[in-house]
Structure formats: structure tokens, C-alpha cells
């Protein structure tokens, strides 16, 4: 890969986040069996990539009620009103969030000395969901030569003073697959950004609904 091209790889991995006071593993990628020992977690029974050598999970606790995490999470529209990497997000259906849903958003990456301003775009479908309990997602992310094949998993789980917000995500791709350690860091990065805004977000909307933090 040249150098050119690998700069441009790393800095689109950084800006999708494919997807906090955050808790997150990085999974060293040295094959599938022997890097991912645990099971995925899932929705409705299905998990991410099990053959991805990409991989990464983390998680976070949000102090603000189920209902709005799980409304800021499924109104993709409104992604880039608190998504910091998000530059426009639309619906490829109507209605809410369901299986066979289909969206489309995009994600800028800046200008280097080396490369130029490029837009990427994801387009994701809802393969499996279950209203506040979680969403698993696939699509690729494209942009020129870059093609990420992704599978993205989410759990929300309501636990006292809040909710528990898990999250896994697999990519898969030459790219990627050329040097899955520095995909995966780029990964995490993308993922803990997700949550830090997803985070910040609701416990904003939420600020005068009172919560039992104990």
C-alpha cells in the first residue's frame, strides 16, 4: 500500500465511526479463532463478523432514561446534530427504525499535505432489532478506492440510574485486512467517539428529568 493511500485509509477509519466514560478491548487480530475467545454480543441471536480479524467492543454507562438513548440512537436524520463525525444522514425508508431499514450517511475527511478532502459514505441496513433492547446493523463504507464491509452490533440494557450501553463492530476488507492492528485502533477510536457523543447528548436532553444515580 503506498503511503499516500495508507494516509488516506487511516484517516477515514478515524472519521467513520463503523459504529464513555468509556470502557473498551481492543481485540489483538492474530486470526479469528485465536483473537476473539468470547462471543459476540448479539440481537435476536445474530453477532458480528465471527471470521473479521478487525474487531472491537466497548461500552458505557449513560445517566438518562432508556427512551431517550434509544430515540437519539434510531433517529438517524438527526445524527449530525449531536454526532461530531456525522455530516448528513438519510433514511432510504420512512418510518420507525425496523429490519430491512435502510440509511445512508456521510462523513468528511479532511485535506492532508498529502491526500484530498473526501467525503465517505455508509450505507446501512437493520438486519435484526428489538425496541430498547438493541440493533444490529451491516453496509459498506465507501470512498474512491476504500470499501469496508461492516457489521455493527448495539445493546442497551436499563440498569439502575441509567442505561447500559454496549456496542461491537467488525470490518472486513483488503484495506483493513492489510494491517488489522492499526485497523483496529482506528476502530476503537471511531467507536469511543460514538459513544462519548451518544453519552453527552442524552444526558443533556435529559438534564431536568431526575434520576437515581445511587
Known sequence: MSGI???RLRAALITVPLVLGVL???VAPAGAAAAHPRPSITCRGAGV???AVVRYRTQTMIHAPLDTVWKLQTDVERWPSWQAAVNTAQRLDHGPLRTGSAFRWTTPVPAT?????????VTSTVEQIRRDSCIRWTGP????????????VWNFTQVKG???VRTEETHAGAQVDADPTAATRILAAGLDAWLRDLKAAAEARSGDQPLDRR
Request: hydrophobic share 40%.
Open 5 to 7: 493511500r495508507s494516509t
Open 49 to 51: 463478523d465471527p471470521g
Open 113 to 121: 499535505a498529502t491526500t484530498p478532502a473526501v467525503t465517505v459514505v
Open 24 to 26: 473498551g478491548t481492543a
Open 141 to 152: 463504507a465507501t470512498a474512491g478506492g476504500l470499501l469496508i464491509n461492516g457489521v455493527h
Open 162 to 164: 441509567g442505561v447500559l
